[in-house]
């Protein structure tokens, strides 16, 4: 069965970074689209970055330029590198992932981590 482990969350000053983790097992990594989603308080959860299985890359306008995404197929393991972080950064960012195909639509994400809570300070 799949399943996904987020690590790396923490508190941080604006402007810092934080590089998060997402170790992936149960399943052939390589088949899967591994994405980032996160979610505020009093928020809907929303698309932040993807990166399919010939690691092109994907992001939301919002993170655009400040936020990375990156695999490493040989680890099974996502990463999401954040940099220039703001206030409004703040949420409890999730790792999720799908077969073969990338998508912004959280409903199309079958597997889910717990989440990580990321808390950006001014």
């Known amino acids: 069965q799949e399943q996904l482990v987020e690590s790396g969350g923490g508190l941080v000053q604006a402007g810092g970074s934080l590089k998060l983790s997402c170790a992936h097992s149960?399943?052939?990594?390589?088949?899967?689209?591994m994405a980032w989603f996160r979610q505020a308080p009093g928020k809907d959860r929303e698309f932040v970055a993807s990166i399919d299985r010939s690691s092109r890359t994907d992001y939301s306008d919002s993170v655009k330029d400040r936020f990375t995404i990156s695999r490493d197929n040989a680890k099974s393991r996502a990463y999401l590198q954040m940099d220039s972080l703001k206030p409004e950064d703040t949420a409890v960012y999730f790792c999720?992932?799908?077969?073969?195909?990338?998508?912004?639509?959280?409903?199309?994400?079958?597997?889910w981590g717990r989440g990580t809570q990321v808390t950006v300070s001014s």
């Open positions: 999720t992932s799908r077969p073969f195909r990338a998508s912004k639509n959280q409903g199309d994400f079958p597997t």
């Open positions: 149960g399943s052939t990594f390589d088949w899967y689209v």
